[in-house]
């Protein structure tokens, strides 16, 4: 298995990857009727969504999708993919209606990789949380200092299951493939 595509989020001018969620609202490609199919080890649910924040709002800018079917989505229509994916939707300018928390992070510590689902937000140097409403940002908090910690106190998201029991695999595959987390 392989580390999964994270979606991006550009904020203020920086590229950071989707490392948690709770809410609920980001766009998937069943919202414009695509059904997405595995194109990669590094992307088994077929799709990866790039988001954009502008002047407050987040707004859903790019999807690379691999899909049999691939409509026009407002009006777009996607050009020909690459990297796994059969389609690329650019410039959708889409604003979301995601109410929750995201957490996004960068600057990966490469030392910190696991070759299986989504890397966790311990991963990442820099990890901001964005608190939004009906997809308007409404507050920014930092949240490296956390994961730092974290990161020292081993108290991240375990590289690997505590042991070979299939209930403590499947455990934590499962973990692994998610992004979910509660709000603190």
Same mark, same amino acid.
């Given at each position: 298995?392989?580390?999964?595509?994270?979606?991006?989020?550009?904020?203020? @001018?920086?590229?950071y990857d989707l490392v948690g969620i709770d809410g609920e609202g980001l766009?998937?490609?069943?919202?414009?009727?695509?059904?997405?199919?595995?194109?990669?080890?590094?992307?088994?649910?077929?799709?990866?969504?790039?988001?954009?924040?502008?002047?407050?709002?987040?707004?859903?800018?790019?999807?690379?999708?691999n899909t049999d079917n691939a409509p026009p989505i407002n009006g777009i229509e996607p050009r020909e993919g690459e990297y796994g994916f059969s389609h690329i939707y #650019?410039?959708?300018?889409?604003?979301?209606?995601?109410?929750?928390?995201?957490?996004? @992070?960068?600057?990966?510590?490469?030392?910190?990789y696991v070759h299986m689902g989504f890397q966790s937000a311990e991963s990442y140097e820099t990890v901001i949380e964005l608190d939004i409403k009906n997809g308007e940002i409404i507050q920014e908090s930092d949240l490296?200092?956390?994961?730092? #910690?974290?990161? #020292?106190n081993g108290k991240q998201k375990p590289e690997q299951p505590p042991?070979?029991?299939?209930?403590d695999v499947m455990h934590w595959i499962s973990d692994r493939f998610s992004q979910d987390f509660k709000s603190e």
């Open positions: 298995m392989t580390g999964q595509i994270a979606d991006e989020f550009c904020y203020n @001018g920086e590229t766009y998937t490609p069943d919202d414009f009727r695509i059904h997405a199919r595995a194109g990669s080890t590094a992307c088994w649910r077929g799709y990866q969504m790039i988001y954009d924040c502008i002047d407050g709002e987040l707004l859903l800018d790019q999807m690379n999708v #650019e410039n959708l300018r889409l604003r979301t209606h995601f109410t929750g928390k995201i957490r996004l @992070g960068k600057d990966f510590i490469s030392g910190m490296s200092p956390l994961m730092r #910690e974290r990161r #020292e042991s070979a029991k299939d209930n």
